[in-house]
């Protein structure tokens, strides 16, 4: 069976002439011509009857039933594949179904054909109501360049995106949109971000720096190396991510599913009940009306939608349903420590040489591994020796929770990483060698002999502390931080936060594991990592949130959430906004019942006809509506 949120997100498009697909606007184009014809049988009709006093009852008649084929055989064909099919996206339709014939039976024709055509009417200004939450969807993917300028022997020369290759060159002109995910070569700009991060304030690019498809070159003319083909980019990948959360079925769809398999049969015997005790067929009508369960279409697509909005303008991807299923029930936090509760921008503190190397001679070397790496300790390393000479072109391997390596001319190795992993490849560090601080300090190696320690010092990142105050006051009471870094570091960085554990020199394995015990000990976990070395426990917690994830591939595919910037305060703006949906859909629930059932007594007891139920009925779907637009106001 199909799940009843398709037909709310049918209602939940908005009809502008940018965001209707062809099939849209043809099918728009359509019940406008429909509605016309049946208002002019209507019009003429009644000229005939009541201005031309025409005295052939047959002819106005001939034209009311006209009216009641254009728009009531569409509503009673679908109602009827709605009942062999069992597929209650047509609920509403099965009931209107119901009413048309009832009124053709009872010569009503005039009924038969306002009743479906107010519907329409009503339905269409709806769903130009809408708060506006797809929106903000469909305008990020109308963001997506559809041309570059590639550079071809100095020459610029316009090409379909979809046509570049892997290490071209293009130009990006100040004011233009970056087509693809690519390294500046040349030239350097502001570039306004906030389309992925949600961050108002443009990032600086320079040479050797990334930029991502998606985003606006403001400021600079720049040259950009393609690193991702179109199909390949950050930008794409989070469109598709996109279009599959609209698809989330939350456990509140699935509830409102096995209501309306009750519901409609429940309302048809209410209405043969009806009209068996008064003789009233109006009445029953009226009840078959007023019961469309237009509201109940919207309790849990409308919510979603809305949450949807809102979390992209921040620059956060939901991607499933967990976001409302699981991480409402989170009770425990694990973080990790480097990028994530930390800038992961390390500063140098201190170069310790172990043997006849220089300071100079010592950081040159370890620049020399470290610049083929991504890792923070590797990029700090880099960035600090930028100016020194040294070879650039070793091949690089990156060892998961260890380091780095390469192979030198020579054939030995040069290893520069995790004291740990040194010591298990028979590299001997001194008991007393002077390279414990409270900073990060990483060793280097050539074979087995110990070449020295550098010392970096890493920052707490802003608002770490508000944000694990927040999440307790979210009801979050335990937090933990799990990091591959030594224990002193880590401690001094969860006192600085107000983190309550701290588990220090874990590899990523040995994270898992720690995640597992915590949930072993019915424990509802929340995982922040930065979506590379976390990758296992962003998969494996109650629920994963990836921080920084814009460029991150994996990021985006390991974790449940992904926040596209390193905001700390998004994580408990999400909590609360799971909260927020799941609290509006329980609302929406008891509303959009509660209205319904008033508007059946009242058409049960004749205070409300079938004409002014067509309007009347959707009080339910505009007060389900009116209170999920609440969500967009979630800060």
Known sequence: MENIDHMGR??????????????????????????????????????????????HEIVPQLLYFIGVLIEGVPVIVSGLKGIFTKNLTNAMEILVGVAVIACVFNGELILGLLIPLILNVVHLLEERSIMGGRDVIEGLKRMQQTSALLLVDGQEIEIEVGQLKKGQHIVIKPGSGIPIDGVVVSGSTDIDQKSLTGEPQPARAAEGDSVYAGTVNLTGRIVVRVEREHVDTSFSK????????????????????????????????????????????????????????????????????????????????????????????????????????????????????????????????????????????????????????????????????????????????????????????SVTVPEDFPGETAGSVSYLSRGSDLLGAVCLKDTVRHHAELCVRDMRSLGVSHSVILTGDREAPAVAVAEAVGVDEVYARLLPEDKLARLRALQEGEHNVLAVGDGINDALILREATVGIAMGAMGSDLAID????????????????????????????????????????????????????????????????????LNSSRILRHR
């Open 238 to 425: 989070i469109l598709r991510v996109l279009e599959e959360s609209e698809d989330i079925a939350v456990p509140e769809s699935r509830l409102t599913d096995r209501f309306l398999g009750y519901y409609i049969p429940f309302v048809l015997a209410v209405a043969g009940a009806v009209a068996l005790v008064s003789a009233d067929i109006g009445k029953a009508i009226a009840i078959l009306v007023v019961s469309c369960p237009c509201g109940q279409m919207l309790v849990s697509s409308a919510p979603m939608i809305a949450a949807l909005s809102v979390a992209t303008k921040r620059g956060v991807l939901i991607k499933n349903s967990k976001f409302i299923e699981e991480l409402t029930e989170i009770d425990t936090v694990v973080f990790d420590k480097t990028g994530t509760v930390t800038c992961g921008e390390l500063a140098l503190d201190a170069v310790i040489p172990f043997g006849d190397l220089t300071e100079e001679e010592l950081l040159a070397a370890a620049a020399s591994v470290a610049v083929g790496s991504n890792h923070p300790v590797s990029r700090a390393i880099s960035a600090v020796a930028k100016d020194l000479s040294f070879d650039r072109t070793l091949s690089v391997r990156e060892i998961s929770g260890g380091g780095v390596e390469a192979t030198l001319s020579d054939g030995t190795i040069l290893r520069f990483g995790r004291r740990e992993w040194l010591e298990s490849l």
């Open 558 to 625: 390991s974790a449940d959430i992904a926040l596209m910037n390193n905001n700390l305060m998004n994580i408990p703006f999400v909590v609360s906004l799971a909260r927020h949906t799941r609290r509006t859909i329980y609302q929406n629930l008891v509303l959009s019942i509660g209205i319904t059932a008033v508007m059946m007594t009242l058409s049960a007891f004749g205070v409300i006809s079938a004409l002014a139920g067509t309007v009347l009925h959707n009080f339910g779907a505009f007060a389900v509506l």
């Open 10 to 55: 049918r209602s939940l498009e908005a009809l502008s002439r940018d965001n209707l697909t062809a099939e849209g606007r043809k099918k728009l184009t359509r019940d406008i011509v429909c509605g016309v014809i049946t208002l002019s049988c209507l019009a003429v009709g009644l000229i005939y009857t009541y201005v031309l006093r025409g005295v």
